[in-house]
């Protein structure tokens, strides 16, 4: 057993005190695991879009103080009451959407959505007893989405918790607790483009460009790239676009553009941005009789999806997915094993590397469009 297993870890986070503000690194206390629960030593955390969005704080319900981070990979510390699953030393990657075996929806073939640990993003304690496992000086400080990986350790509930195989490089594995596998997913197991069909991204960020990736791996033979930052075309190319669509460059609505190019619209399209308009274009761009059309972007919460009933009528069919429909802890280990065997690649995705007193620069990097994933290193 751990030496600290029982006892409150005094180390190093980013929290993030109030919305927009530059991250603090801060001296939190992190309390023991209660049942059903792992105390994680975090190594390397990523930055995530989702990040950014809940910091911001629009169009949500703000939380504050909060640790943030939910793309990471780390080594489970202790273990609290109950824990059969994990013990300390297993790798594992934490995930924002856990998988409790039991529910109806573990348990269903089509379903990741489990109904103990789904996302709530509103919730700022455990679920065992609503309460943080941070504080500073007594201060509660609240959780993020059941991971908040900007902090050395960590404790999240073990539903949340994939583990891996232990030869896996963790900074490069890191990225699949998120961003990578919620487009990958996107693709592969929603909307399973077949050989020879078309597809359309919208939103050529990491998630998007991880969704190409999966249409190319799928054999996509035409895969277009719908984005308003026209710079991001070039980087593109190395993930299998093969046509690029700057709205803004069009006087007609983009899903015409599509259709236009394409003979009467795309086999496939998946909307990796969050904006409403997008959602709706990636719907009415793909063809009438058999396409389908993924949402993966995070909405505002006071979105509302418009479109004609007739495009559904049309044999046009809509989809959305959370983390590209993979179980975490059933699917996320065969994922690890496809990168550890050379069927994917993981590197061309990160672009930068920080240490965690410099996390800001993560969040620059962001902002400017700079970066596809920034590696937050927790252990330099």
Same mark, same amino acid.
């Given at each position: 057993?751990?030496?600290?297993?029982?006892?409150?870890?005094?180390?190093?986070?980013?929290?993030?005190?109030?919305?927009?503000?530059?991250?603090?690194?801060? $001296?939190?206390?992190?309390?023991?695991?209660?049942?059903?629960?792992?105390?994680?030593?975090? &190594?390397?955390?990523?930055?995530?879009?989702?990040?950014?969005?809940?910091?911001?704080?629009?169009?949500?319900?703000?939380?504050?103080?909060?640790?943030?981070?939910?793309?990471?990979?780390?080594?489970?510390?202790?273990?609290?009451?109950?824990?059969? *699953? &994990?013990?300390?030393?297993?790798?594992?990657?934490?995930?924002?959407?856990?998988?409790?075996? %039991?529910?109806?929806?573990?348990?269903?073939?089509?379903?990741?959505?489990? $109904?103990?640990?789904?996302?709530?993003? !509103?919730?700022?304690?455990? &679920?065992?007893?609503?309460?943080?496992?941070?504080?500073?000086?007594?201060?509660? #400080?609240?959780?993020?989405?059941?991971?908040?990986?900007?902090?050395?350790?960590?404790?999240?509930?073990?539903?949340?918790?994939?583990? #891996?195989?232990?030869?896996?490089?963790?900074?490069?594995?890191?990225?699949?607790?998120?961003?990578?596998?919620?487009?990958?997913?996107?693709?592969?197991?929603?909307?399973?483009?077949?050989?020879?069909?078309?597809?359309?991204?919208?939103?050529?960020?990491?998630?998007?460009?991880?969704?190409? $990736?999966?249409?190319?791996?799928?054999?996509?033979?035409?895969?277009?790239?719908?984005?308003?930052?026209?710079?991001?075309?070039?980087?593109?190319?190395?993930?299998?676009?093969?046509?690029?669509?700057?709205?803004?460059?069009?006087?007609?609505?983009?899903?015409?553009?599509?259709?236009?190019?394409?003979?009467?619209?795309? !086999?496939?399209?998946? *909307?990796?941005?969050?904006?409403?308009?997008?959602?709706?274009?990636?719907?009415?761009?793909?063809? !009438?009789?058999?396409?389908?059309?993924?949402?993966?972007?995070?909405?505002?919460?006071?979105?509302?999806?418009?479109?004609?009933? &007739?495009?559904?009528?049309?044999?046009?069919?809509?989809?959305?997915?959370?983390?590209?429909?993979?179980?975490?802890?059933? !699917?996320?280990?065969?994922?690890?094993?496809?990168?550890?065997?050379? *069927?994917? %690649?993981?590197?061309?995705? #990160?672009?930068?590397?920080?240490?965690?007193?410099?996390?800001?620069?993560?969040?620059?990097?962001?902002?400017k469009g700079e970066s596809l994933r920034c590696v937050i290193r927790l252990d330099a």
């Amino acid at each position: 057993m751990s030496t600290t297993a029982g006892l409150v870890i005094r180390c190093k986070a980013a929290v993030a005190w109030e919305a927009e503000k530059p991250l603090a690194i801060e $001296e939190v206390e992190v309390a023991p695991p209660q049942k059903m629960e792992v105390r994680v030593k975090i &190594l390397f955390t990523c930055l995530c879009h989702s990040d950014v969005y809940f910091w911001e704080a629009k169009g949500q319900t703000p939380l504050f103080p909060r640790i943030l981070g939910h793309e990471a990979a780390g080594i489970v510390e202790s273990v609290g009451e109950g824990v059969t *699953e &994990l013990q300390p030393g297993d790798h594992v990657l934490p995930v924002f959407m856990g998988e409790c075996g %039991e529910c109806a929806h573990c348990k269903s073939e089509e379903s990741n959505l489990c $109904e103990v640990l789904r996302v709530n993003t !509103d919730r700022g304690g455990m &679920l065992h007893d609503g309460k943080t496992r941070f504080s500073i000086n007594g201060k509660p #400080i609240y959780h993020f989405i059941g991971t908040s990986t900007f902090s050395e350790y960590t404790v999240v509930h073990v539903g949340c918790l994939a583990k #891996i195989n232990p030869a896996a490089p963790l900074d490069k594995v890191c990225i699949l607790s998120c961003g990578f596998c919620t487009g990958f997913g996107a693709a592969v197991n929603v909307a399973k483009p077949k050989k020879g069909q078309t597809v359309a991204i919208f939103g050529l960020g990491t998630v998007g460009l991880a969704a190409a $990736e999966g249409a190319r791996i799928s054999g996509a033979s035409r895969i277009i790239g719908v984005d308003v930052v026209s710079s991001k075309f070039e980087t593109a190319k190395k993930f299998g676009v093969t046509d690029f669509v700057n709205p803004k460059d069009h006087d007609k609505p983009v899903q015409q553009v599509i259709a236009e190019m394409t003979n009467g619209g795309v !086999d496939r399209s998946i *909307e990796c941005s969050g904006s409403l308009e997008a959602m709706i274009s990636a719907f009415e761009c793909v063809h !009438d009789g058999w396409g389908v059309a993924v949402l993966v972007g995070f909405p505002s919460k006071d979105d509302v999806f418009r479109t004609h009933p &007739l495009n559904f009528l049309h044999e046009r069919t809509l989809k959305g997915t959370f983390f590209g429909n993979f179980k975490p802890r059933t !699917d996320l280990p065969g994922v690890v094993e496809k990168y550890m065997n050379k *069927e994917l %690649e993981l590197e061309k995705f #990160i672009t930068h590397e920080v240490v965690l007193k410099d996390i800001n620069k993560a969040f620059e990097y962001m902002l400017k469009g700079e970066s596809l994933r920034c590696v937050i290193r927790l252990d330099a």
